[in-house]
């Protein structure tokens, strides 16, 4: 059970940074635009 929760906190974990990363990259462009 303890696993389990570990794997999947690790996902979700793994998931916002690269999501947030996502994001500054797509900000970084859009401010190199202008």
């Not at 999947?8 to 970084?28: C, F, G, V, W």
């Amino acid at each position: 059970m303890v696993k389990s929760t570990n794997v999947y906190l690790h996902d979700t974990y793994m998931y916002i940074i690269e999501t947030k990363s996502s994001i500054n990259s797509l900000y970084a462009q859009d401010r190199k635009r202008k």
